[in-house]
């Protein structure tokens, strides 16, 4: 089945830094990665996804980018603020299924 | 929009009882919805599929007698924890995939149940 690793695990940032995490995955049936911001006690929240068609994408300040080859996608924050402190996970989904398989997840914060 | 509700949003029983949590998505058709589960500080952890109007896929490990889910219609799935023990406390989080739309496929989460038995 599909195995996705994700790195950092811990990360800290300086308030107006970016912040760049990490995730691979190993089917290469998969084509579709969302990333998801989890604060402390609430639900996941989707932030920006990506679909195996496209490169990268952009959200005004939140950017993914898609390596098919290598099957490696990236979240990119710039100018961080304290309120993007949380725990942000990826993950991907092969063709044809229903599930979502989770990186680990990666603690940001973001300090002032 | 693609907002998913659950409850309630934290629920206290006693050992022996048992908790029924409720999922809705309140303005799309969600034709598929998820259970979760997740212990402090780690990842999500899928429970079970569900279909609306059939029965719900379980992942290994989980015993569906226990974890009872009913998708009776295009907004609602509702996850039961029978005779809850300790063991069972945890936090619950479901989601709904889109059925149609720009959006398809997409998977939108609820702000989770945290469930305490004691």
């Known amino acids: 089945g599909e195995n996705v690793e994700q790195h950092p695990s811990t990360l800290s940032v300086q308030e107006g830094d970016s912040a760049v995490i990490k995730c691979t995955y190993s089917?290469?049936?998969?084509?579709?990665f969302p990333w998801y911001k989890q604060e402390l006690g609430k639900g996941p929240q989707l932030i920006i996804d990506i679909r195996s068609n496209v490169g990268e994408k952009k959200d005004q300040r939140i950017a993914v980018t898609l390596n098919k080859t290598a099957k490696h996608f990236s979240l990119h924050i710039t100018e961080t603020q304290p309120e993007d402190s949380a725990v942000y996970f990826c993950?991907?989904?092969?063709?044809?299924?229903?599930?979502?398989?989770f990186g680990k997840g990666t603690k940001l914060s973001v300090i002032p | 929009g693609a907002v998913v509700s659950q409850h309630p949003s934290w629920v206290i029983c006693k050992s022996g009882t048992s908790v029924k949590i409720e999922c809705r998505s309140l303005d799309f058709q969600a034709t598929t919805m998820f259970w979760y589960r997740q212990f402090p500080k780690q990842s999500l952890m899928l429970m079970a599929t569900s279909n609306e109007g059939s029965k719900a896929t379980y992942e290994q490990g989980v015993e569906k007698d226990k974890f009872l889910i009913n998708h009776a219609s295009l907004t609602l799935s509702t996850l039961t924890v029978t005779s809850a023990h300790p063991e069972d406390s945890s936090f619950y989080i479901c989601s709904a995939e889109m059925t149609s739309g720009r959006a398809r496929e997409t998977q939108y989460f609820g702000p989770g149940t945290r469930l305490l038995v004691l």
């Open positions: 089917d290469s049936a998969s084509n579709y």
């Open positions: 993950a991907a989904r092969r063709a044809g299924s229903y599930q979502l398989t």
